[in-house]
C-alpha cells in the first residue's frame, strides 16, 4: 500500500477505519480493552499500518461487531465504540489490539452498492471503496459520522459516566433482574455475606455525597476511572441486543466482580462509621443542649414559684446591689441597661459556645468594675510631711516638690468639698459612691478635680521612684496600683482588644482599677521611657489620653466599648533616662530629677530602712546584725557601684542569710558582729577595687566625666600619635555622636596648630589613635568633646596633664564650650575618683547648688567658656578667671 496510491483514492481525507472483530463483548468508556484479530486481511492491515504510520497520540480506530453468518457488505447500523490503539502485536497464535475505548454507542453507515449515491462526495468514496474491494481490506466510513464519534469521546465530556452505572452494569452482567430491582436489592446481603444493609438507592446517595472529596489520582478501583473501567472490560458481558433477543452470552468472571464489590463494601463500612460517628456526636450535643434547656426551664419557673410564696431566692452580689435604692448608684444607668440586655442575649445562646462564654466573661468585667466607688480623703499636710520623711531619707528637693503637688491636690479637695460632700453616698467605712461620676449629661460632670500636672519621676535604677510613690498613695489614704509598661510596643495593651478577638481582654489601666476596687487610687505608670512603637501601634499616643486631665474623664477602652471616667486617679509615672521619654508625653507631664545618692546618704538609708528590713525578713534579732560604718563603706566602695542602694540591699540580705546559718549550726551564739575583715567570707572575692590616685606621667592621657541613666563614672581618653596614613582611629565602642565630637576635637586642633604649639607636627604622615577604655561599654555623648581635644594636644605636643584634673563639656568648631548635662553625677564620679579641679562649661554653674556639699566641698570648678582657657591654665600655667570651691561652705 503506497502513499501515491492512498493520495489517488482520497486516503488522507479518511482517516478513520472501521475494524470488525468477532468477540461479543461490551466495552466501558474510558478503560483499556484488548481484542484478538484473527482475519488475515485485518491482520495484513494493522501490520501495514504499524511499520508504515505507527500508532499515536491522534491515531483513531473504529471498532464493529461483525457475526461470522453475516457478510460485511450487508451490514448496517451496528454499533461501532471509537477507540485510541495503543499496540498491536502477537499473542500466542493469534494477534492482539490493545486500544483506549473513547467513545461508544453510536451508529455507523457503511457503504454498500444498495445505498451508494451519484454524488461527487460518493464518487470520491466509490474508488475508495473499490480499491478496499480489490484488496479486500477494510471497511470505510462516512466523515461526517466519525466526526459525531469525536465530539462525543471521553476526551470532549465533562459528564464522565458514573460509578455507579458502571456497577450497577456490572451486577446487571451477572443477575439480569439486578437491573430491574437495583433500588432495593440488599446487594451486599446477598453475594458477600455481609451484614450491611444497604440499597442502590442509599449506596448513591452516600457515594455523591463523598464524591468531592475523592482526589483524582488514586490507585484505588473505585476512586481511578480509567482502571474501573478497564477491570469492567476484562469481563465477558452480553452485547445488549444479543441479550434482548436471547443469544447465549458469557458468564462474567467471578473472582473479578467478588474482588470490585469488596472494594466496594470496605468503602461504604468506612463512610457508614463515620456517618455513625457524627450521628452519635451530634445527638450527644443535641440532648445536652436540651437537658440544659429543661434544667434552665425548671429553674425559671422555681424561682417564679418561691417569689410569689416571698421564699427568698440565692442571687449574685449584681442582682442584690441593683434591688438596694442605695448601692444600684454605683452603676451608671447606660452600664446597668448594657448588662441586662448582655443579660438577655447570653440567655438565648448555647451556653456551651464560644460567644457565650465571652459574653459572660464581659458581664463579668462590667459587674466587677468600681464605676462609682472611690476612697475617703482625710489627710492634713501634716500628715503628708510625716509620711515623706518617715520612709525616705535625703532627697529634700524632691520631697518638696511633692510636698507642693499633693498640698495643691488637698486645697483644692477640701475648696470642692462642699459641693462634693453633696454628691457623696456612704458606702462603708471609707468608701463612697461619687455622683459626680459618669453623669450621663457631660454638662453636668464635675471639673474641679485633678487638674494637678501629673508627677514623672526621673533618675537611675534603685533611688526610691517607685517608693516615693507608694508614700504619696499612703500619704492621701488611696490604693496603690503599678502598671509596668516596660517593653509594651502594642496599642492594646493601653486600650484593650477588641472583643472580637479570642482571648480579649481590657488594657493595663482598667485592670489596674480592677485590682484597685476604687475609682481614684494612686496608678503608676512604671518605666514609661521603655515601651517601643512598632507595626501594632504607638502605645506612647495611646498614653496621651490617659495623661491628659481634659480627656481622661471619657477615657475609651477598646474591650469594654463604654467609656470610663479616671478624673479622680492619680498617675504618677517613672522612666529611668529623660531623653528616652516619648516627646509626646513629655508635654502633659512634669519632671521631677532623682540624682544618685552620697555615700553619707547610703549609709543613713543602710541604718534607717535597709537594715530593718533585712532583720524582720531573715527573723534575726538585732544584736545578731551588728555593723559599723566602716564596714558599711567598705561595702559600699568594693560590692556595689550604683546610684541606688538596690544592690545594697541584696548584699544586706546575703548577709544575713549567712549569719542564720551561723546561729542554726552553733546555739550556743548570742549575738554576731559583722567586721570589715570577714567581708570576703561572708560576700567572697571583691568585686570593685578602690581607683588608685596615681600620679600619671604620661601624654595624652586626659581623665574625662561620663554620666549614664545608671549615674556619673570616670573615664580615661587615650591619645597617641605615630607614622603611618593619614587617618584617626576611635575605638573603645564610641556610638556616632561621641565619634562626631572627636572628629571636632581634631579638626578644632589641626586649625589651630600654631596656637597650641604644634605646628611642627605632620597631620599628612602619622595616624592618630583615640581609645576609650572598657571597650565593651557602649558610650555616646557631645560632653567628651574638651577631653578629646585635651587629650590631643597632650599627645601631639608630649606634654603631660595633671592627674587630678577631670573636664567636661561639648565644644565648636570654633572652641566655644556648650552646656552639658549630669553635672550632679559627674562630680559624684569626681569625688570618687580624688579629682581636685573640674572645668566644666559657663551656662553650667547654675546646676552647682543641685549638688550635696559634702561632694561639691572636695573639688574646685573652673567654669569657662572658650577652650583656650582650659589649654593656658594646664599647658601654659596661668590662673583662670574664676575658681568656685565650697570648702568653707561645707565647714
Request: glycine share 4%; charged share 30%; proline share 4%.
Amino acid at each position: 500500500m503506497s502513499t501515491k496510491d492512498n493520495k489517488n483514492i482520497g486516503f488522507n481525507t479518511l482517516d478513520k477505519y472501521v475494524i470488525p472483530f468477532k468477540d461479543i463483548r461490551a466495552f466501558f468508556t474510558g478503560g483499556y480493552a484488548s481484542v484478538a484479530i484473527s482475519e488475515k486481511k485485518y491482520i495484513k492491515f494493522l501490520k501495514d499500518y504499524v511499520s508504515t504510520l505507527s500508532f499515536t497520540e491522534n491515531t483513531r480506530f473504529a471498532l464493529m461487531h461483525k457475526n461470522a453468518k453475516t457478510k460485511w457488505e450487508l451490514l448496517v447500523d451496528y454499533p461501532v465504540y471509537y477507540v485510541k490503539p495503543v499496540a498491536f502485536e502477537k499473542v500466542g497464535d493469534h494477534y492482539a489490539l490493545t486500544f483506549k475505548v473513547l467513545s461508544t454507542g453510536f451508529l455507523i453507515d457503511v457503504f454498500s452498492k444498495e445505498t451508494y449515491k451519484n454524488t461527487e462526495e460518493d464518487e470520491r468514496e466509490k474508488r475508495f471503496i473499490d480499491w478496499q474491494l480489490k484488496d479486500n481490506n477494510i471497511i470505510p466510513s462516512r466523515i461526517n459520522v466519525f466526526n459525531v464519534a469525536e465530539n462525543n469521546s471521553l476526551e470532549n465530556r465533562a459528564d464522565i459516566i458514573s460509578f455507579m452505572e458502571i456497577f450497577k452494569q456490572a451486577i446487571g452482567a451477572v443477575e439480569r433482574d439486578l437491573v430491574a430491582n437495583s433500588e432495593d436489592m440488599l446487594i451486599f446481603e446477598r453475594y458477600l455475606n455481609s451484614d450491611l444493609s444497604i440499597t442502590f438507592k442509599e449506596l448513591e446517595s452516600l457515594i455523591h455525597r463523598f464524591q468531592p472529596a475523592i482526589p483524582g489520582e488514586n490507585k484505588e478501583i473505585l476512586y481511578n476511572h480509567t482502571l474501573m473501567c478497564t477491570i469492567l472490560n476484562m469481563l465477558k458481558q452480553p452485547l445488549y441486543e444479543l441479550l434482548l433477543q436471547g443469544e447465549e452470552y458469557y458468564v462474567p468472571s467471578p473472582i473479578l466482580f467478588e474482588k470490585l464489590s469488596a472494594e466496594l463494601l470496605n468503602f461504604i463500612t468506612s463512610i457508614m462509621e463515620t456517618e455513625t460517628q457524627i450521628k452519635d456526636e451530634i445527638s450527644k450535643k443535641m440532648n445536652e443542649q436540651q437537658k440544659e434547656f429543661i434544667l434552665r426551664e425548671k429553674i425559671k419557673t422555681i424561682q417564679n414559684s418561691l417569689e410569689k410564696m416571698n421564699v427568698p431566692v440565692k442571687e449574685d452580689d449584681y442582682a442584690k446591689q441593683i434591688k438596694n435604692k442605695t448601692l444600684v448608684n454605683i452603676y451608671p444607668d447606660s452600664i446597668r441597661q448594657l448588662i441586662k440586655d448582655e443579660s438577655k442575649r447570653i440567655s438565648e445562646m448555647m451556653q456551651s459556645s464560644p460567644e457565650a462564654t465571652l459574653a459572660k466573661n464581659y458581664i463579668d468585667i462590667l459587674k466587677k468594675l468600681p464605676w462609682r466607688i472611690v476612697e475617703s480623703e482625710e489627710v492634713s499636710i501634716q500628715k503628708v510631711k510625716e509620711t515623706l520623711d518617715e520612709n525616705h531619707y535625703g532627697l529634700d528637693k524632691v520631697k518638696e516638690r511633692i510636698f507642693e503637688y499633693l498640698a495643691v491636690i488637698i486645697n483644692q479637695k477640701n475648696n470642692a468639698k462642699k459641693d462634693e460632700d453633696d454628691n457623696l453616698i456612704p458606702l462603708d467605712e471609707d468608701k463612697f459612691i461619687d455622683m459626680n461620676l459618669f453623669k450621663e449629661n457631660d454638662r453636668a460632670r464635675a471639673k474641679k478635680f485633678n487638674n494637678v500636672p501629673i508627677l514623672t519621676l526621673v533618675g537611675p535604677p534603685g533611688t526610691g521612684k517607685t517608693s516615693l510613690s507608694k508614700s504619696i498613695a499612703e500619704a492621701l489614704g488611696r490604693s496603690f496600683v503599678k502598671v509596668s509598661l516596660g517593653g509594651v510596643h502594642d496599642e492594646s495593651e493601653i486600650r484593650g482588644h477588641r472583643r472580637t478577638y479570642v482571648g480579649a481582654m481590657p488594657g493595663k489601666i482598667i485592670k489596674g482599677i480592677m485590682q484597685a476596687k476604687v475609682s481614684n487610687p494612686i496608678i503608676l505608670l512604671d518605666e514609661i521611657d521603655k515601651m517601643k512603637s512598632d507595626m501594632k501601634g504607638d502605645p506612647a499616643s495611646a498614653m496621651l489620653e490617659v495623661l491628659d486631665p481634659e480627656q481622661n474623664s471619657h477615657f475609651q477602652d477598646h474591650y469594654l466599648e463604654h467609656e470610663y471616667d479616671l478624673s479622680k486617679a492619680i498617675f504618677i509615672a517613672t522612666a529611668n533616662y529623660y531623653e528616652a521619654i516619648p516627646e509626646a508625653l513629655l508635654d502633659r507631664v512634669e519632671v521631677i530629677e532623682l540624682s544618685s545618692y552620697t555615700l553619707s546618704e547610703k549609709l543613713n538609708i543602710a541604718r534607717e530602712h535597709l537594715i530593718p528590713k533585712v532583720i524582720e525578713q531573715t527573723g534575726l534579732a538585732k544584736s545578731f546584725f551588728k555593723i559599723d560604718d566602716e564596714t558599711l563603706k567598705y561595702i559600699i566602695h568594693h560590692y556595689t557601684k550604683e546610684a541606688g542602694v538596690r544592690g545594697l540591699k541584696r548584699l544586706l540580705d546575703k548577709i544575713a542569710r549567712k549569719i542564720v546559718v551561723k546561729k542554726l549550726e552553733n546555739k550556743n551564739m548570742k549575738s554576731f558582729t559583722i567586721k570589715k575583715e570577714e567581708i570576703t567570707d561572708l560576700l567572697g572575692v571583691i568585686l570593685f577595687k578602690e581607683e588608685e590616685k596615681e600620679d600619671i606621667q604620661i601624654p595624652g592621657i586626659v581623665n574625662g566625666l561620663a554620666y549614664t541613666s545608671y549615674g556619673g563614672s570616670s573615664l580615661q581618653i587615650e591619645v597617641n600619635a605615630f607614622p603611618g596614613k593619614p587617618e584617626i582611629k576611635l575605638t573603645g565602642s564610641l556610638k556616632e555622636v561621641m565619634q562626631e565630637s572627636a572628629q571636632i576635637a581634631l579638626s578644632y586642633v589641626r586649625s589651630n596648630a600654631e596656637k597650641f604649639g604644634i605646628q611642627d607636627f605632620d597631620f599628612e604622615e602619622n595616624t592618630i589613635h583615640i581609645h576609650v577604655p572598657e571597650g565593651a561599654v557602649p558610650k555616646d555623648g557631645p560632653s567628651a568633646g574638651v577631653t578629646f581635644t585635651t587629650a590631643l594636644i597632650s599627645a601631639l605636643s608630649k606634654k603631660v596633664v595633671p592627674s587630678n584634673i577631670g573636664m567636661t563639656g561639648e565644644i565648636t568648631l570654633r572652641g566655644k564650650v556648650l552646656e552639658i548635662g549630669g553635672l550632679k553625677e559627674k562630680s559624684f564620679a569626681a569625688s570618687q575618683k580624688g579629682l581636685k579641679y573640674i572645668f566644666i562649661p559657663a551656662a553650667n554653674v547654675k546646676n552647682l547648688q543641685d549638688i550635696p556639699n559634702e561632694i561639691k566641698s572636695e573639688l574646685n570648678y573652673i567654669p569657662v567658656v572658650e577652650y583656650t582657657e582650659i589649654y593656658d591654665f594646664i599647658f601654659k600655667g596661668k590662673q583662670p578667671k574664676e575658681i568656685i570651691s565650697f570648702k568653707e561652705e561645707n565647714k
